[in-house]
């Protein structure tokens, strides 16, 4: 009887190389990564990378860090041969406990096997470095080569994917590549301020930053270099901790928003990662402040114990599994909204520079007359304006504005909403009590103008002020306390609503049954993948409950957060905010208006409305003076 042929085979190691290099290595930006994260692992304190042709020519990397020895070199090209890794007392190897950016052994022989890898490398007492080369996988024995310094490594990647040529028809242009590896060294860096980082190639540095100290204004220091100083102006500080997870960083303020989600860093035990759950915790802090189609600009660093996170779970290292992903999420939703919280009415100073920018380019064509002399402060004497005809000014005056009149009643932001009383604040100084109004942080009010905007003098500048966006905030707020402090009321059903979803979907709504509870949604299971909703939110009146449903189960999926119920709460609220508060084209008298300016100072969030829009503006008055040629 003749033997089964046998057809289990054992693949060849070029082989085998080539197919972790199709995890390890999905593009430029991939080896840039890599071999950054060695050098930092390396202890280098500069790194500067070099590429050409969007990475595909030319990749060198050169670091100060320890170095590698003649005979380490070979060695750290060989598959899972890592000096990140060392066995406990028992002789175990534990991937639990990783502190080193690499720890897999991949990276190096996975380029090795797809490009023209050179390694370069000396170490502090020896008398040469020592050159190594790996080409589709066959490695040179170590030479001795000129030293370049006094210890470190360069890595030059040459021909990427040569030797499997179908991977480079799945790159994208050579800008589109230039800027996956922008996005991913800058990552890198701020992941890591102490080590200074230079980008670029043989024409032109994109990127030169110098090495920060250690702690949260280093670490502003080196936001601000990537991000802009318009970022450290107006992100406010996260610094909160909660059972060994710490949780730090800068968030953007409302105002300071984005169009997509690209511009929000997190990092995880200095790890730059892209996680749908801290992605998700993010948005749901938000939401309150931020129509559905913007996103907050963060840099967001979680420490924890390397015990309590799972960094293993991807050759990438982009992906990371918490033991306690409820107990991160909730750290990072409430670290955020005390934060904004304590940022009180402020708004992002960048409204202000748009408005300055949009007035200098909007200046009409004037022609100057008599003699100017900015540096004589204006206008000579004998200036005189062109002859404009008082009748186009009148409605100005008649129709549109209002002056601050002395005395009257406080603001008392009469509406349409619940027989025309919004709310009734009392207690806040108006003006002629003897009291400086200007020292306030938004000032005393002095004109309304258009019967919409609130002008108001500062100490050093004006304030001018949307009263209808301002007074929809302070309403939603109010109406947000009264919810907290009543609860959500509910409406019973006469016959609860089954809705079928599936096993998956039915098993993560219900493991959240309480929390939807909270927000007057009764649900409880009814069969396999059905659930029965029994009660729903009085506010909400009648609704598309199965829609409404799939929608949460969806926002558990990806962001871990129901976030769907809780837009349709702000959605109704602010829409009932809108039509409670004091409409644009009402006169304010000048009592009003500064009880409005007061009762913004004192409720949060008061500088952007429920989208996410500036309440206010702030002109400086050395701003103003600079468009009149004083400056």
């Known amino acids: 009887m003749s033997a089964l042929p046998i057809s289990i085979r054992r693949l060849p190691n070029e082989t085998v190389n080539r197919i972790a290099a199709g995890e390890v290595i999905e593009r430029p930006a991939s080896v840039i990564k890599e071999l950054v994260e060695n050098a930092i692992d390396a202890g280098a304190r500069q790194v500067d990378i070099r590429y050409e042709d969007g990475g595909r020519t030319l990749i060198s990397i050169t670091d100060d860090g320890r170095g590698m020895s003649s005979e380490e070199l070979p060695i750290a090209v060989e598959r899972h041969a890592t000096s990140k890794l060392s066995p406990n007392s028992q002789g175990d190897w534990d991937l639990l406990n990783i502190s080193t950016m690499g720890f ?5 022989p996975s380029i090795g096997s797809v490009a023209r890898l050179s390694l370069l490398s000396q170490t502090v007492d020896s008398d040469s470095a020592w050159d190594l080369r790996v080409e589709g996988g066959k490695v040179t024995p170590p030479k001795p080569a000129a030293r370049f310094g006094l210890h470190g490594t360069r890595v030059e990647v040459r021909d990427l994917f040569y030797a499997t040529p179908a991977r480079l028809k799945f790159l994208k242009s050579e800008r589109s590549e230039a800027m996956a590896i922008s996005d991913t060294v800058k990552r890198l860096a701020m992941a890591n301020p102490i080590v200074g980082m230079t980008l670029g190639s043989t024409s032109r540095v994109s990127l030169k930053l110098a090495g920060q100290s250690e702690g949260m204004d280093g670490r502003l220091a080196r936001l601000a270099g990537i991000l802009g100083e318009d970022f450290s102006a107006n992100a406010v500080p ?15 303020l409302p105002t300071f928003s984005r169009g997509n989600s690209q511009h929000q860093y997190l990092f995880v035990n200095g790890r730059p990662v892209r996680d749908k759950l801290l992605h998700g915790a993010v948005r749901g802090a938000y939401q309150d402040y931020l129509a559905r189609d913007r996103h907050a600009v963060v840099a967001l660093y979680v420490d924890l114990p390397q015990d309590h996170v799972d960094v293993n779970v991807h050759p990438a290292k982009t992906e990371v599994r918490f033991r306690n992903p409820g107990l991160v999420r909730g750290l990072i939703v409430k670290s955020l909204r005390h934060a904004l919280q304590e940022a009180g009415h402020r708004a992002s100073t960048t409204v202000s520079d748009y408005a300055l920018g949009r007035i200098q380019t909007g200046q009409s064509h004037m022609p100057l007359q008599g003699n100017y002399s900015p540096q004589r402060g204006g206008y000579a004497p004998n200036y005189q304006p062109p002859y404009r005809n008082d009748s186009a000014l009148q409605p100005l005056v008649d129709g549109f504005s209002a002056k601050v009149e002395e005395g009257g009643e406080a ?7 619940e027989g ?9 100084p108006v003006q002629g009590q003897g ?10 009010a002095r004109a309304q103008l258009h019967e919409t905007y609130v002008v108001a003098q ?4 004006i304030v001018i002020v949307d009263q209808h966006a301002a007074h929809e905030r302070l309403v939603y707020e109010r109406m947000k306390d009264a919810m907290r402090g009543k609860g959500v009321e509910r409406q019973a059903l006469l016959i609860p609503d089954i809705v079928e979803l599936g096993e998956t979907d039915a098993a993560r709504l219900l493991e959240r049954a309480d929390e939807l509870a909270e927000m007057g949604l009764n649900i409880e299971p009814f069969g396999a993948g059905a659930v029965a909703v029994r009660e729903t939110p009085a506010l909400l009146g009648e609704m598309d409950v199965q829609g409404l449903l799939r929608d949460l189960a969806d926002d558990i999926s990806e962001y871990d957060e129901a976030l769907s119920l809780k837009e349709k709460f702000e959605h109704v609220c602010g829409t009932m905010a809108c039509h409670g508060s004091v409409r644009a084209g009402r006169r304010l008298n000048g009592s009003e208006m500064n009880s409005l300016l007061r009762q913004m100072e004192a409720t949060p969030h008061s500088g952007q409305c429920n989208h996410g829009r500036p309440t206010y503006v702030e002109l400086k008055l050395a701003d103003i003076e600079r468009l009149f040629g004083r400056r």
């Open 458 to 461: 500062t100490l050093d500048g």
């Open 435 to 444: 009291e400086d109004l200007t020292a306030k942080p938004l000032g005393a």
């Open 420 to 428: 025309g009383q919004a709310y009734n604040p009392q207690g806040y």
């Open 411 to 417: 603001f008392d932001g009469t509406s349409s909403y």
């Open 238 to 252: 996260i610094n909160q901790v909660r059972e060994d997870i710490a949780l730090t960083g800068f968030a953007g």
């Open 104 to 108: 897999r052994g991949e990276a190096l």
